[in-house]
Nanobody, 122 residues
Framework: QVQLVESGGGLVQPGGSLRLSCAAS????????MGWYRQPPGKERELVAI???????KYADSVKGRFTISRDNAKNTVYLQMSSLKPEDTAVYYC????????????????WGQGTQVTVSS
């Protein structure tokens, strides 16, 4: 079994910055793509940014130039540096990982974190 634990959310003023972290733990063989998604109040979950094991990245148009995704493969951790935050960035942010895990055999599964609240307000 694999667990994803997020941290770093909170309340920030418009124009401020926050850094989210997500650490994967458990019977991990390797991790493919890791990413961040968010669900604003009353809306559906949407992609924020993803990063492959090789470091290739993809961002939602709404966050390009303001958010940076990175990962530490040795720590099985993905980060989201958020700058120039806007009220419309307010959402629950979820970590996601595509993981090859060890059990009786190697299997591939997709995992979600529990979510962390980010609120941008003055």
């Amino acid at each position: 079994q694999v667990q994803l634990v997020e941290s770093g959310g909170g309340l920030v003023q418009p124009g401020g910055s926050l850094r989210l972290s997500c650490a994967a733990s458990g019977s991990i063989f390797s991790i493919n793509t890791m990413g961040w998604y968010r669900q604003p109040p009353g809306k559906e979950r949407e992609l924020v940014a993803i990063i492959t094991s090789g470091g290739s990245t993809k961002y939602a148009d709404s966050v390009k130039g303001r958010f940076t995704i990175s990962r530490d493969n040795a720590k099985n951790t993905v980060y989201l540096q958020m700058s120039s935050l806007k009220p419309e960035d307010t959402a629950v942010y979820y970590c996601n990982a595509d993981v090859w895990s060890r059990g009786s055999s190697i299997s591939r599964n997709n995992y979600w974190g529990q979510g962390t609240q980010v609120t941008v307000s003055s």
